[in-house]
């Protein structure tokens, strides 16, 4: 079992940046993949970023390609999510999740941390 902790979200005007941090607990973090999604007021969670568990293959969602990067560091059992010149749409509540299969459907992720909010103001 796997459970996931994020932080760094906050508040920032457009064009800012914020790193997302998601700790995990439990020795198998490295054999799993990693996932970022979003949910904003109103709307349906979506897919943002995806990183296999050697860290080697990334993907990312179309509107954030560019300008979002996902990393791992399976020494400290931590998946971050760089998002640089961020918009007042990316604001939402972010998750990171788990799963067996290199995955962009949330259906996928077997684990879910509790969520980050990020608002970005124009």
């Known amino acids: 079992q796997v459970q996931l902790v994020e932080s760094g979200g906050g508040l920032v005007q457009a064009g800012d940046s914020l790193r997302l941090s998601c700790a995990a607990s439990g020795r198998t973090f490295r054999s799993y993949n990693m996932g970022w999604f979003r949910q904003a007021p109103g709307k349906e969670r979506e897919f943002v970023a995806r990183?296999?568990?050697?860290?080697?293959?990334?993907d990312y969602a179309d509107f954030v390609k560019g300008r979002f990067t996902i990393s791992r560091d399976n020494t400290k059992n931590t998946v971050y999510l760089q998002m640089n010149s961020l918009k007042p749409e990316d604001t939402a509540v972010y998750y990171c999740a788990a799963a067996q299969l290199f995955s962009d459907i949330s259906g996928a992720y077997n684990y879910w941390g509790q969520g980050t909010q990020v608002t970005v103001s124009s």
């Open positions: 990183i296999k568990w050697s860290g080697v293959n990334t």
